[in-house]
T-cell receptor, first 114, second 116 residues
Framework: AQSVSQHNHHVILSEAASLELGCNYSYGGTVNLFWYVQYPGQHLQLLLK??????LVKGIKGFEAEFIKSKFSFNLRKPSVQWSDTAEYFC????????????FGSGTQLTVLP | NAGVTQTPKFRVLKTGQSMTLLCAQD?????MYWYRQDPGMGLRLIHYSVGEGTTAKGEVPDGYNVSRLKKQNFLLGLESAAPSQTSVYFCASSRTGQGASHQPQHFGDGTRLSIL
């Protein structure tokens, strides 16, 4: 069974600091990868997604993620965070098998201090 | 521009009571999903549906039942609520199961359910 690991449970940064959130998955086949964000009291929203092609994908609000197949990783990055980026971030993987189910990581709570 | 609508938003139940959570989507999506979100565990899939009249089990289906009588609605039922089912429940929908057309899932605002 596939799994997703997000090793940082809570990250605290000051505004303008750079961000990198780790995501590792365990699945040997073709995968589709996603990052979702959940702002306080809101539902999940898609930040960015990778299906194929350029392993560096850009999403909304200045976020980007790099797919490194050899490391089974899909880390999320942002050069300069803002207070409004305070939220919980979830990495998710969709396998290419018949199940077609998203498997979510446990999430990383990001707190940006003004 | 409603998207995915969940009702109710909050509910408190006593152990053993039953209830149904309703999810409605107005995007004509084929696939619908029910997840539960618990601290430190991310989202876990309870049941999903690939079309009207069909349902399938997800990762944590025990204690829940679902029905998809109409394409736009996906109901999640708790026949005999237990404290372990205290959670935030999210419904989602997508145009396909994401394998073919790579459509991301659209989420509802969640239902916060407490079982005493």
């Amino acid at each position: 069974a596939q799994s997703v690991s997000q090793h940082n449970h809570h990250v605290i940064l000051s505004e303008a600091a750079s961000l990198e959130l780790g995501c590792n998955y365990s699945y040997g086949g073709t995968v589709n990868l996603f990052w979702y964000v959940q702002y306080p009291g809101q539902h999940l929203q898609l930040l960015l997604k990778y299906f194929s092609g350029d392993p560096l994908v850009k999403g909304i609000k200045g976020f980007e993620a790099e797919f490194i197949k050899s490391k089974f990783s899909f880390n999320l990055r942002k050069p300069s965070v803002q207070w409004s980026d305070t939220a919980e971030y979830f990495c998710a993987v969709l396998s290419s098998g018949s199940a077609r189910q998203l498997t979510f990581g446990s999430g990383t709570q990001l707190t940006v201090l003004p | 521009n409603a998207g995915v609508t969940q009702t109710p938003k909050f509910r408190v139940l006593k152990t053993g009571q039953s209830m149904t959570l309703l999810c409605a989507q107005d995007m004509n999506h084929e696939y619908m999903y029910w997840y539960r979100q618990d601290p430190g565990m991310g989202l876990r899939l309870i049941h999903y549906s690939v079309g009207e009249g069909t349902t399938a089990k997800g990762e944590v289906p025990d204690g829940y039942n679902v029905s998809r009588l109409k394409k736009q609605n996906f109901l999640l039922g708790l026949e005999s609520a237990a404290p372990s089912q205290t959670s935030v429940y999210f419904c989602a929908s997508s145009r396909t199961g994401q394998g073919a057309s790579h459509q991301p899932q659209h989420f509802g605002d969640g239902t916060r359910l407490s079982i005493l």
